[in-house]
Nanobody, 115 residues
Framework: QVQLVESGGGLVPPGGSLRLSCAAS????????MGWYRQAPGKQRELVAS???????NYADSVKGRFTISRDNAKKLVYLQMNSLKPEDTAVYYC?????????WGQGTQVTVSS
């Protein structure tokens, strides 16, 4: 059974930084691409960043230059470093792993950017 657990969310003022972490268990972590998604109130869930087993990354245009995704295969962790945060970054952030035809999701962690 694959389990994903996010942590690191919180309340931060505009311009601040947060680092989100996703811990994976129950799978051969290094073989699979990982992604961070977010869902803001009244909006659809969107891909924020992804990283493949070969360390190829991609980012949504809205976060390029501000967010960085990385992974530590030995520790089975994926990170999302978020800098220069804006109020529009406020959302629940979810960790994702796709294995075969099944998507696995964490429980989500709330990020709120507000003065």
């Amino acid at each position: 059974q694959v389990q994903l657990v996010e942590s690191g969310g919180g309340l931060v003022p505009p311009g601040g930084s947060l680092r989100l972490s996703c811990a994976a268990s129950g799978t051969l972590f290094s073989f699979y691409p990982m992604g961070w998604y977010r869902q803001a109130p009244g909006k659809q869930r969107e891909l924020v960043a992804s990283i493949t087993s070969g360390l190829i990354t991609n980012y949504a245009d809205s976060v390029k230059g501000r967010f960085t995704i990385s992974r530590d295969n030995a520790k089975k962790l994926v990170y999302l470093q978020m800098n220069s945060l804006k109020p529009e970054d406020t959302a629940v952030y979810y960790c994702n792993l796709k294995k075969s035809s099944t998507d696995y999701w964490g429980q989500g962690t709330q990020v709120t950017v507000s003065s």
